[in-house]
């Protein structure tokens, strides 16, 4: 059974590792996971923060009809 994840952050979480520093992806969006790719700078301006949205395996944005829809709605 598949899962709706919502993900609220905007940017990446950074990560020290002795003298290595690394940023974690925090929206989901980016196409090197774990790692942060940028992505989150090109949806968060374009977002309202009031709905809510998901993406396909393309990456095209799609607002949800409802908050936890059974099907997706596009």
Request: proline residues 4%; aromatic residues 10%.
């Amino acid at each position: 059974m598949a899962r709706l994840v919502k993900r609220t952050a905007t940017g990446p979480y950074k990560v020290e590792v002795g003298a290595e520093t690394k940023f974690i992806c925090g929206c989901g969006l980016s196409k090197n996971q774990p790692f942060c790719d940028g992505t989150h700078k090109t949806t968060a301006r374009t977002e309202d923060a009031a709905k809510l949205f998901w993406y396909d395996v393309d990456g095209n944005r799609h607002e949800c009809a409802e908050d936890y829809p059974g099907i997706r709605s596009a």
